[in-house]
Structures are given as C-alpha cells and as structure tokens.
C-alpha cells in the first residue's frame, strides 16, 4: 500500500545523510636517521679486559631505540681488539682499533686506545760473568730469605750470585743430552729447607744442600732406560719434601718408540721408584702441586707435535704411584700450572689460547682471558689474585714482564717488553720481582 507523502520523506532524507570522506593519509613510518656507539671508556691498560659497548639508532620522528644485539660490529685491528656478541669488545694488545656498529644502512665508529700503564723501574743485574759474559739466561731460581742469593742456569750450566748478580760461582756443568738447549734445565728449591736447592739437566739431578756452595748428584737415568733420555721436568713436594723428576725420550734419535714416565723419591733422593705413563715424547714445562691435598698436575706438550695434536693432561691423586687423564681446558699443551694455597684453584697457562682457572681440582675450566704468552706464570705471595707472567718474543709477541690483579682476567704491561723474559721470580715478601731475559740478561724491579 503507498503511503502518501512517503517517497518526499525518502528524498529530505537522503538529502539530510552525511557524504562519505576519503580516509585521511597514513603518515609514512618513522627511518633509521642515525646510529651512535655509547660506552667508550676512555684509554684503557689491560690486556684481556671486556669491554661493553651499546649502539642506539635514531628515528625521523625524533625517537631512538636500543641497536645494541641488532647491529653488526667489528674492528679495523684484530690484534688490538675483536668485537663480538653484541657490543662486547675483547682488548687484546696494546695500540688504537676502531670500532664500527652499522644498522639499517647507517653506521658508527668508535676508537678505543689501549696504553701500557707506567711501568715499575726495573734494574739491570747484569750478565753472568765468569770466564765468558753469558747472557743466555734462563731458569731463575731467588732464596726465599735472601734476595741477594741468585740461581740461575744458562747455555753454559748453572751459576750462583751471593751478591745479586755483581759476582758469580759455577755450579755443576753438564753436557746438554737434550735437544732443547738451556730451556730444559729445571732449578727447585726445597720449599720445607731453603738451604736445599736442586738443579736438573740433561740425565742427572743434582742436590745442594748448603746454598749453593758444593753439589752431588742424587739421581741418574738408569742405564737401561737412559739412551737419550733427559730429564723433562722437576718438582719437590711442600708436604713431605717428595721429589719428583719426569724422564722422557724421542723417538727420532735411534729409538723405535719414544716414552715418558715420573721417577719418585720419597728419601730425599736415596731411593727412586718408576711409573710409566704415556708412550709418547712429552715434555712438562712446570708441573705443580696442590699444597692442600697433594694433588699433582702434569700438562704435557708432545714435543714432535704430531697429527692430529692431541696432548695429554694428567693429574695423580696418589701422591704420583698412579696417573689419569685429566679434563682438557683446551686441546693444546702449557708452559705453566701453578695452584693457589689460599684457595686450591689450578692456573694453567696454555700457549696460544691464554690462561684457564679450575676450582674443582681439573674437573672443569675456566678460560680467563685470551691473552698469547709463552712463558712462566707466578703468584704473588701477599697479594691475593694477583700473578705475574714472564713471556717469550715468539708468535709475534711482545716479550717482557705482564701483572694482573684480579685472577688473571686481564693484564698490565709491567716492562721489558721486546726482550725473552720466560722465567720470572718474586722474593720471599713479594716486593721484588726478577727476571731473566734470554740474551738480555737479569733484571730485577721493587714492587709497591
């Protein structure tokens, strides 16, 4: 039915409804502006430090955003500094590196400057003079009580000074039967009777027991295991006064198989008992002790590095009757293993991939710093955490002298740097350090 009037009320309507409008444009989405590098500390000192730097982007609308895991970094010197994980930067040597963030098409720089600290003053002790200047120094030994009393061995055999080093007495000469020179020549003194000290080189290990001032041989390689083998390394026990050398042999001078095994003496060198351990050519640089419980560490180097390398670790909780292999920190041998008597932790000094801690006798480790040294590492006695490392010029190092102050996470230039200082030695109270510098002679430096 058609209502009147309906179809003028349909038009006013119509007529009265709103027109539709276009949607207003959407604005256009804010761009990465910019890109800054927060958290440059400054010049720094320490090797093997981290340090942590964060990126932040800036928008065309004026906001910023944390860029810090999103952008790429790297650095122009990777022998000064590496960067990785998200803004974290590993400092390892001494010089300037820039370092670059880039996010989105933008970048930044940022350069950190490394500086070595000023050094303490180190004093040069001289050569050792006798009938010759021989300044091929090496193992360095320094009398707890009386750092005027100086053990040290050369090319040439072992010397003693009474004097730090303006004068000299020779000690026993012998032939080198090894085919490593001054460097496998061992000097331990008797940490229970400083009177004691013990000299090993070539097959014979030798005892003073005044000092210095005579010496007697106390141990030969048998005859019937001698051939060429030497003497590889030397350590006397601070529990019970043990005596442990390491005997080993290389399989290319006429041998069909080389060996190593630990000779043990538990009469201060009257007697020895034998225990093989491992048919290869090894070489320990420093095995250590746990003062504590009397655990011993052997980390041996293969000496002819076969392929694949694979050197071993051991570790002897029987006072060295018996010998397991030990959990790796890394696949590679150390010039240095050292335990804390304060707190049983084992440093071990691994050529090439730097120092690891372990808390739980060798069951796990820690990789402290990635830090190339070659040479010797020693704990202060009075100074807890701090170490000092004596380190060679190979590998493209720098040599010289290195402290760290907080467990080997990091270390300072202390000197002598472009001179083989791989032995060094702190006096009995832990003020004076002394080093002895393959053809450069003795040095000594007073601590703070």
Known sequence: MRVP?????????????????????????????????????????????????????????????????????????????????????????????????SYSGVAATTTLTIEPPEPPEWIYLGAVYTDRTDTTVSTLLVDPRDDRLLYVVTDHGLFVSRDQGATWTAGPQPRSTDPWGAAVAHLAGDPRNADRVFFARGQTLWLSEDRGATWRAVFDIPTVEAGSRYISSLLVSALDGTIWV???????????????????????????????????????????????????????????????????????????????????????????????????????????????RSTDHGASWEHLSSVNFVGTLRLDPTRQGRLYVGTATVLSQSGGVWMSTDKGHSFAALGLQGRSCVFVALNGPGTALFASCYESGLWMARLP
């Not at 180097?301 to 076969?306: G, K, L, N, S, V």
């Not at 694949?308 to 670790?313: A, E, I, L």
Request: hydrophobic letters at 40%; a negative charge.
């Open 5 to 101: 009037g309906a179809s003028v009320v349909a038009v006013l309507l119509l007529a009265q409804a709103p027109t539709a409008c276009p949607p207003a444009p959407s604005p256009a989405p804010a761009a990465v502006a910019g890109l800054s590098i927060e958290g440059n500390p400054g010049v720094l000192t320490l090797i093997g430090q981290q340090v942590q730097l964060s990126a932040t982007f800036r928008l065309t609308d004026g906001t910023t955003r944390d860029a810090t895991s999103l952008a790429v970094w790297s650095s122009s010197d990777s022998s000064v500094a590496v960067s990785y994980r998200a803004g974290t930067v590993a400092i390892l040597g001494y010089g300037s590196a820039d370092i670059h963030a």
């Open 246 to 356: 390491t005997t080993t042999r290389p399989v290319n001078q006429g041998f069909a198989t080389s060996g190593f095994g630990v000779h043990r003496s538990t009469d201060g060198g009257v007697s020895w008992t034998f225990t093989a351990v491992d048919d290869r050519f090894l070489i320990v640089w420093e095995p250590a002790e746990d003062p504590v419980d009397g655990t011993l560490y052997w980390v041996a180097e293969i000496a002819d590095h076969p392929q694949p390398y694979d050197p071993p670790w051991y570790r002897s909780v029987d006072r060295g009757r018996s010998w397991e292999a030990m959990t790796k920190a890394v696949n590679w041998h150390a010039t240095s293993t050292i335990v804390d008597p304060a707190s049983e932790d084992v440093y071990v000094l691994s050529e090439g991939p730097g120092p690891f």
